[in-house]
Structures are given as C-alpha cells and as structure tokens.
C-alpha cells in the first residue's frame, strides 16, 4: 500500500466535512466504543475531542491510551456497501494540560462545534488530543489503502 496525493486529500476532506467519530478504547474487562464531537488537524496528525473527565471513556483512555477512531460518511443507505468511505485510524490519546495547548486545542474544536462552547468550558471538561500514526482508509467496500501523517 501506498501513500498518495488523492489518498491525503480524501481523508482531509472526509475528516473536514464529518462532525462525529467512533472512538473505540480498551478496558480492563475489553473494548468500549464512544461517539464524539472531533476536530482534526490540517496536516492530519492528530485530532481533538472533548469529554468530561468523569466519564468511562476518559478512565479507559487514561488507562490504555491506546485508540482507535472511526470515521465514516455512510448515509445508511444500501448504496454505502459501494459508496461509502469508511477510515480507521490508530494512535496515542492524552489530555492536554497546559494552558496554551488548551486554548489552541479548543478554538479549532470550537470553531467546528460551537453548540459545544460551554461543555468545553466547564471545569470538568478534558481536551483529549489523539496523535495519530496511521489511516487505514476503505474505498469501494473493500480497497484498503493505508497513509501515515
């Protein structure tokens, strides 16, 4: 598998144009799957979600951080088999801590989703920043290519 220019722009595309992810994590007792709000990186090397601290996906994620994240353009359609671009990407996830990766993190996630303004304000907010190491991204319902940032 190779990298290429339309691969790179594909999955820039898709991560601009869609919302919401699947992250998956990984518990003491197996896998856990959470939808999110995301941001991503222009240069596709990482993205942002935001999620309270209290919550079971933060404690698996600070536990293994490990992840796995999902993101699709599927409009549940019968169609989706041949159309749909699906793209798994993998890499490492910690809360950003201090307070000017914070802010950077939150205006471009902001900027996506400012309905969501005053959950990433609240003190028991975390900006969970996931950098990423590789994009398996599935075309046609079985081409399977693979990019790295």
């Known amino acids: 598998m190779t990298e290429h220019k339309e691969t790179r722009d594909l999955v ?25 709000a995301f941001w991503g990186s222009d240069d596709l090397s990482h993205v942002i979600f935001a999620t309270m601290r209290a919550t079971r996906k933060f404690a698996h994620l600070v536990a293994h951080p490990r992840v796995a994240l999902l993101f699709d353009d599927r409009s549940n359609r019968d169609a989706d088999l041949r159309e749909a671009t699906a793209v798994t990407a993998t890499g490492t996830a910690g809360e950003l801590t201090g307070q000017r990766a914070r802010v950077a993190a939150a205006t471009g996630f902001l900027a996506k989703h400012p309905d969501l303004s005053e959950f990433v304000n609240d003190p028991a907010c975390a900006l969970v920043r996931v950098d990423l190491d590789v994009y398996r991204v599935v075309t046609q319902f079985q081409d399977v290519t693979e990019l790295r940032p």
Do not use: N
């Open 12 to 36: 820039r595309r898709l991560l601009e144009a869609q919302r919401f992810a699947v992250l998956c994590t990984q518990s003491e007792t197996g896998p856990y799957s959470s939808l999110i």
